[in-house]
């Protein structure tokens, strides 16, 4: 499978997740991304920007001081599988809405 490698070495915290998100938003559900990055506050960095926006960090390592990420691209927000955020917001609206109609 063919990947995306974008190259951030030399950059500190905050740029490479953000070069990265940016990278990946351009990339379709699935697609794998290669950042390759110096800072060594990247680990933690892409750890928890995966953990937080659901993208797939499928590994990663050191060499001579440069850090390889591989990230695979979550799916859309609009896929079936991550339907029940919004369906469970839904189901919190619907709930106030009813206690609202039993006040008045």
Do not use: Y
């Amino acid at each position: 499978m063919s990947e995306t490698v974008l190259d951030v070495k030399g950059m500190n915290c905050p740029l490479p997740v953000l070069r990265a998100n940016r990278a990946l938003r351009g990339m379709a559900a699935g697609e794998r991304l290669r950042v390759l990055a110096t800072d060594r506050a990247a680990v933690a960095d892409f750890q928890a920007f995966c953990r937080e926006t659901g993208h797939a960090l499928l590994a990663w390592s050191e060499d001579a001081g440069v850090f390889s990420f591989l990230i695979r691209r979550r799916a859309e927000a609009s896929d079936p599988a991550e339907a029940p955020a919004p369906a469970a917001s839904h189901r919190a609206g619907a709930s106030r809405a009813g206690k609202a109609g039993k006040e008045t």
